[in-house]
């Protein structure tokens, strides 16, 4: 990388190019931090609920604890009675769905309430944080390469997505939420779309075609990038709903879990939390998707002269938002919460995914100027 280079918007194109790949570097060591935490850090506590669920009665196994939860009472042996002190045991919470099961807790490592669980947590966290400011850092310099608004083009949209998305999960450990469960499938995800971007994706700091040159692409571009970073994470929400849902199905059956797929699912919330949180974040983000696809048309007709036109992407945007429709109106029917609606929920991010690379890649439209 030649960062003598005579051009000053090329230097900081260059610059940009190095931090994200500097970016990429720390997401890595980040990742081994969330496996690590996940493998390792609740295997010593990992099977107090299983084990609840398992060897107590459904009944005696979700019962809240009147005294805050300061001590566990154990079978009296011998004429004497073991107290086992714990320090805040998971919150109990009740599963929606369909009625079939009772009381459940969040797994004890949700919230890396052991000792060695919140070590690697804290690690990855950190790294997660160092890694998200180098990001920025290269989103902002590819920014002030081009003197406009970073997301011209395939390669810049995809590294302003996986930028929000980090920032919104950062955003809900500042604020104190249960939310270090989505670190290691984030990360995960976000090395593979920049890996993509800097691979496949790459386009060269370059100005934009006439039609672009509105205060329109810092509103409607800008809320799609958004929308969609924070709807991905409630796609994985979703998808982490259907392995819990699966496992506490298991446990109920009094099958017991192997050693590993415990350590993994008792890192999670419960399915319920999962659930609840998945229908929050979209259903959150629906009105704003809307406003979304209306600010397109509005810049659509500004740019060339009509509001629809039916072009790929315009008609991909409105597929997905008729699918994030039905999974809200399958959330308020009777009948279509649990599993269905978690399913319902894959298949509108799909159409989400599908709209951007899809149609961007197979597609011929209005909205082809940005290239690959």
Same mark, same amino acid.
């Given at each position: 990388?030649?960062?003598?280079?005579?051009?000053?918007?090329?230097?900081?194109?260059?610059?940009?190019?190095?931090?994200?790949?500097?970016?990429?570097?720390?997401?890595?060591?980040?990742?081994?931090?969330?496996? &690590?935490?996940?493998?390792?850090?609740? %295997? /010593?506590?990992? !099977? @107090?609920?299983?084990?609840?669920?398992?060897?107590?009665? $459904? #009944?005696?196994?979700?019962?809240?604890?009147?005294?805050?939860?300061?001590?566990?009472?154990?079978?009296?042996?011998?004429?004497?009675?073991?107290?086992?002190?714990?320090? &805040?045991?998971?919150?109990?919470?009740? %599963? /929606?769905?369909? !009625? @079939?099961?009772?009381?459940?807790?969040?797994?004890?490592? $949700? #919230?890396?309430?052991?000792?060695?669980?919140?070590?690697?947590?804290?690690?990855?966290?950190?790294?997660?944080?160092?890694?998200?400011?180098?990001?920025?850092?290269?989103?902002?310099?590819?920014?002030?390469?081009?003197?406009?608004?970073?997301?011209?083009?395939?390669?810049?949209?995809?590294?302003?997505?996986?930028?929000?998305?980090?920032?919104?999960?950062?955003?809900?450990?500042?604020?104190?939420?249960?939310?270090?469960?989505?670190?290691?499938?984030?990360?995960?995800?976000?090395?593979?779309?920049?890996?993509?971007?800097?691979?496949?994706?790459?386009?060269?700091?370059?100005?934009?075609?006439?039609?672009?040159?509105?205060?329109?692409?810092?509103?409607?571009?800008?809320?799609?990038?958004?929308?969609?970073?924070?709807?991905?994470?409630?796609?994985?929400?979703?998808?982490?709903?259907?392995?819990?849902?699966?496992?506490?199905?298991?446990?109920?059956?009094?099958?017991?879990?192997?050693?590993?797929?415990?350590?993994?699912?008792?890192?999670?919330?419960?399915?319920?939390?999962?659930?609840?949180?998945?229908?929050?974040?979209?259903?959150?983000?629906?009105?704003?998707?809307?406003?979304?696809?209306?600010?397109?048309?509005?810049?659509?007709?500004?740019?060339?002269?009509?509001?629809?036109?039916?072009?790929?992407?315009?008609?991909?945007?409105?597929?997905?938002?008729?699918?994030?429709?039905?999974?809200?109106?399958?959330?308020?029917?009777?009948?279509?919460?649990?599993?269905?609606?978690?399913?319902?929920?894959?298949?509108?991010?799909?159409?989400?995914?599908?709209?951007?690379?899809?149609?961007?890649?197979?597609?011929?439209?209005?909205?082809?100027?940005?290239?690959?």
């Amino acid at each position: 990388m030649n960062l003598l280079a005579a051009d000053p918007n090329e230097q900081l194109a260059q610059i940009s190019n190095y931090l994200i790949y500097s970016a990429m570097a720390v997401y890595v060591l980040a990742f081994f931090a969330y496996i &690590a935490e996940w493998t390792f850090g609740s %295997r /010593s506590k990992v !099977g @107090r609920t299983a084990a609840a669920l398992t060897k107590q009665p $459904a #009944a005696e196994a979700a019962v809240p604890a009147q005294d805050g939860g300061a001590a566990v009472r154990a079978e009296a042996k011998g004429g004497s009675t073991a107290v086992l002190e714990k320090p &805040a045991p998971p919150k109990i919470v009740t %599963r /929606s769905g369909n !009625g @079939r099961r009772g009381e459940l807790p969040d797994g004890p490592g $949700a #919230a890396a309430g052991d000792e060695q669980g919140d070590m690697y947590g804290r690690i990855a966290v950190s790294l997660t944080v160092l890694a998200f400011l180098l990001h920025f850092a290269g989103v902002l310099t590819r920014s002030l390469s081009v003197q406009r608004a970073p997301w011209g083009n395939m390669y810049e949209f995809s590294t302003a997505f996986s930028m929000v998305a980090v920032g919104a999960y950062l955003g809900f450990l500042l604020a104190k939420k249960n939310v270090r469960w989505i670190g290691l499938p984030l990360v995960t995800t976000v090395l593979l779309d920049l890996g993509l971007a800097v691979t496949v994706l790459y386009t060269d700091s370059d100005q934009l075609v006439p039609a672009l040159h509105s205060y329109w692409l810092w509103i409607h571009v800008s809320l799609a990038i958004i929308c969609g970073a924070l709807l991905y994470l409630g796609f994985v929400a979703s998808a982490l709903y259907l392995f819990r849902d699966a496992y506490e199905t298991h446990l109920l059956a009094g099958r017991k879990p192997g050693k590993l797929r415990s350590s993994i699912m008792e890192r999670l919330p419960s399915a319920n939390s999962l659930d609840k949180f998945a229908y929050r974040i979209n259903a959150t983000v629906f009105p704003f998707w809307t406003f979304t696809i209306v600010a397109g048309a509005i810049w659509a007709g500004d740019a060339w002269g009509r509001y629809w036109g039916w072009d790929p992407k315009e008609v991909w945007s409105f597929i997905t938002w008729v699918a994030y429709a039905c999974y809200l109106h399958a959330r308020a029917t009777a009948g279509w919460k649990g599993r269905k609606a978690a399913y319902l929920a894959l298949l509108a991010f799909a159409c989400f995914l599908f709209n951007y690379y899809g149609v961007n890649i197979f597609f011929n439209g209005k909205h082809s100027y940005a290239g690959v």
